[in-house]
């Protein structure tokens, strides 16, 4: 379908963004990358009469390094996450969860505060993202403010980014030294995740010290396995014990059921993928 009309604005600077949304309200939408707000216009899902393109702002694309955290542009595309090497060393559960976004097209359109701000329960950056604990800079007519992971995503489709506000970059706190893995489950390559796990896990003489994973599309958001976490640590790196140990993955979680399969399917293959992606992330 061809979308309604609309008018195209593309600031230059952060500043004359936040102008366009304080100026247009709730009849503004603003374009990241394009990869999911084009296809709700194209079937006319939604119907702004302005988009706010952020492509031309250059302050909100790049990685860079802040002591002991990373510092990633809200408009940084998918292939230059792949691309840095400082991701790879301190986050590297991002890079091998980027690595798994639909394709080489998309990844280089696409951008990672695009997808967080969508907030797709299936989407596959929130959770390394949660694994990572990164903290996720919001700005609008007020200032900056810093709102945890934790707390970013609300609910379907809904983070803490309010009206006439943007979120403009996000910040890792630098896993170095720990092990990072994206295992995604699905029918068809390039489909959305059916489920999905970021673990990232911290080793010790052959057992974990620590461990952080987060679940994509077991419920409303992304999630944090913490009951995972806590059995993890002081877990011999071996796939008996660690079976063990994520055996309740799924706990607490409200999957959806849909044509690629039911709620207790992906309850059934949440510990499983979970096993999975710790003892790769432990190197076991």
């Avoid at 379908?1 to 709730?26: C, K, N, Q, R, W």
Wanted: with cysteine.
């Amino acid at each position: 379908m061809i979308p309604a009309a609309f008018d195209y604005l593309a600031p230059t600077s952060v500043e004359d963004a936040l102008a366009a949304l304080a100026e247009h309200g709730d009849e503004a939408k603003v374009l990241g990358g394009g990869q999911s707000l084009l296809p709700v216009l194209r079937m006319r899902l939604g119907d702004p009469s302005v988009v706010v393109d952020l492509g031309r702002i250059d302050a909100l694309r790049g990685i860079t390094d802040d002591g002991d955290h990373l510092v990633i542009g809200a408009m940084t595309a998918y292939v230059d996450l792949i691309a840095s090497e400082a991701v790879r060393e301190h986050a590297t559960v991002l890079t091998k969860a980027v690595e798994e976004v639909a394709d080489p097209q998309i990844r280089h359109r696409g951008t990672v505060g695009g997808a967080l701000v969508h907030a797709d329960p299936a989407g596959d950056v929130a959770a390394p993202i949660l694994a990572l604990e990164a903290q996720l800079v919001i700005t609008g007519p007020g200032g900056e403010r810093t709102v945890p992971a934790s707390d970013f995503f609300t609910g379907l489709f809904e983070t803490a980014v309010g009206d006439g506000e943007l979120l403009t970059s996000i910040r890792i706190p630098k896993h170095t030294g720990w092990g990072g893995h994206y295992e995604k489950f699905v029918r068809v390559v390039h489909q959305w995740s059916i489920v999905a796990v970021a673990a990232t896990v911290r080793t010790e003489g052959g057992t974990i010290a620590e461990a952080r994973i987060g679940l994509t599309n077991m419920g409303l958001t992304a999630l944090r396995a913490r009951s995972v976490e806590q059995a993890l640590v002081g877990c011999e790196v071996s796939e008996a014990a660690i079976g063990a140990a994520c055996a309740s993955a799924a706990d607490g979680t409200e999957p959806p059921s849909d044509l690629n399969g039911s709620a207790d399917y992906r309850r059934a293959l949440a510990p499983v993928l979970t096993r999975r992606a710790v003892l790769a992330a432990a190197g076991g």
